[in-house]
DNA sequence: CGCGCCGTTGAGGCTCCTCAACCCGGGTGG
DNA sequence: CCACCCGGGTTGAGGAGCCTCAACGGCGCG
């Protein structure tokens, strides 16, 4: 299946049988309140399931927006279901699966609960160059990164406008710079201090 | 297994084949930084599996403390996941946790990066409440409550004076009151009113 | 040409944090 | 038996971080 860039391919308390696997591109998974009050819950890149929990539940508990243009997979959850339970290796791949996506949650908390904008950004966009090297799709300091300043914000739990300002210091102080979705890591140390813990 | 209240019975980066399932009292499962801020990822109550994660992982990706003189049962990550290939109502019940793990994870993620203390505070009450009608743990109005002050922060990245500023609002405009581990609610329908969203 | 999206910047204000002090009850040890 | 400490809750004062509102410029597109 193929999805241009900024369309919803899937919608929350939609029911359906398909489980989403991004091929191509970015997306993200996210959950909207009535006042319009949104929270990225998950970047989705190539090779990444939605969510484990997917696999169980015929309603879709969060909606999957594209960044960029998509090719994505379809499969039917029964199947996967019943390759899981014949195929051992399967089953191994959906533990690799929901090591990876418990991590990237829980990190995703500590950071919404407990740190400051700077770290959060910071971590936001080292989880994501690790994320690209784990698939041989970040070479060197210069990524392809379609996240806009809003998409920032809504992983963060900040506002653009606060976004753009930090976002402005990392330029200023020569640490990275993002324009015309392209990242530049200018200083990886002092990013990587931005996202550690000092202690006290 | 039996534990005292106040006991850390797992810890972060150790290495174990066992996964833990909370018998009868309250746990939490939390990471923590060098610097010592916290963040509790959920609230174990009987019935519950640390994470689904854990089954899969030999390395503890978080500690586990008991709140209250807990029971739980350790069970060798091996054996689940043999059961689990052979029994498809054991995966079907692993399926279900998984959902609601996820569940509860993606509504702790909207609460931290886009609610306002009130609402965490609020929505914190009425999930867990909701989650110990399940269980039939909860009859009426008045509930067992040990989480103190202090985790209460931890869970809705708060501090500590805040939740007792908060809280102090909440009893004194007739909506709960939190003494010596017992939670009263007074006004249901108010709770609620603050818990969902009022659109614009 | 006009419009909408996105990034940028300024001014002002609110939420929530920090620091600090105090109270209370329970445990502990001299 | 009492002094002491410690964990937990409570309250006040002041401040920082982040938000809100608003305006503007650049760019792509109909």
């Known amino acids: ?104 949650a829980d990190a995703l908390l500590m950071d919404l609960g407990r740190r400051t904008a700077e770290e959060r950004i910071a971590l936001l966009i080292l989880r994501l160059l690790d994320r690209l090297g784990r698939r041989n799709l970040a070479r060197g300091d210069v990524v392809n990164f379609p996240l806009r300043q809003q998409h920032i914000a809504d992983i963060t739990g900040l506002t653009p406008v606060h976004v753009n300002r930090t976002l402005g210091n990392f330029r200023r102080d020569g640490i990275l710079e993002i324009s015309d979705c392209v990242l530049k890591i200018l200083d990886m140390h002092a990013l990587r201090r931005l996202g550690e813990t000092r202690c006290p």
Chains 1, 2 share one sequence.
């Not at 939609?14 to 929270?39: H, K, N, T, Y």
């Not at 960029?68 to 996967?80: E, I, M, N």
């Open 1 to 104: 299946m193929f999805s241009r860039a900024r369309r919803t391919i899937a919608f929350t308390g939609e029911a359906s049988d398909s489980v989403i696997m991004i091929c191509e591109g970015w997306a993200i998974s996210f959950i909207q309140l009535p006042d319009g009050r949104r929270q990225i819950l998950s970047v989705l890149l190539p090779g990444d399931l939605v969510s484990v929990a997917s696999l169980f539940d015929r309603r879709q508990q969060t909606a999957v927006q594209t960044l960029t243009d998509v090719s994505y997979c379809l499969y039917h959850r029964l199947d996967v279901l019943q390759k899981l339970m014949a195929e051992p290796p399967v089953m191994d791949a959906l533990g690799a699966i929901t090591i990876a996506e418990k991590q990237e």
